[in-house]
Nanobody, 119 residues
């Protein structure tokens, strides 16, 4: 059974840090690009960061220099280190796994973990 289980969300003051984790089960983790998305009620889901299978990382402009995505293929886990958090980072953060259609395709989502940045 495929599972993506996020953890690490919570309430933090502006300027603080959080580390999100996403543990994957039930598929070949190393074959999938791993993504973090976030969504605020009433808005579209936003891609925050991606780490490709070979380690290439990309970020949304709004989080560059503050967030760092990483993956551990031995632990089947992807992380999002979030520093210098701002109130506008408040959202439900989702973990996503996606594989290119050229190598079989497939996409999975976690249930989300809430991040709230507030004084």
């Amino acid at each position: 059974q495929v599972q993506l289980v996020e953890s690490g969300g919570g309430l933090v003051q502006p300027g603080g840090s959080l580390r999100l984790s996403c543990a994957a089960r039930g598929f070949t983790f190393s074959s999938y690009a791993m993504n973090w998305y976030r969504q605020v009620p009433g808005k579209e889901r936003e891609l925050v960061a991606t780490v490709e299978t070979l380690g290439l990382k990309t970020y949304a402009d709004s989080v560059k220099g503050r967030f760092t995505i990483s993956r551990d293929n031995f632990k089947n886990t992807v992380y999002l280190q979030m520093n210098s958090l701002k109130p506008e980072d408040t959202a439900l953060y989702y973990c996503n796994a996606k594989r290119s259609s050229h190598v079989g395709g497939g996409e999975y989502w976690g249930q989300g973990t809430q991040v709230t940045v507030s004084a």
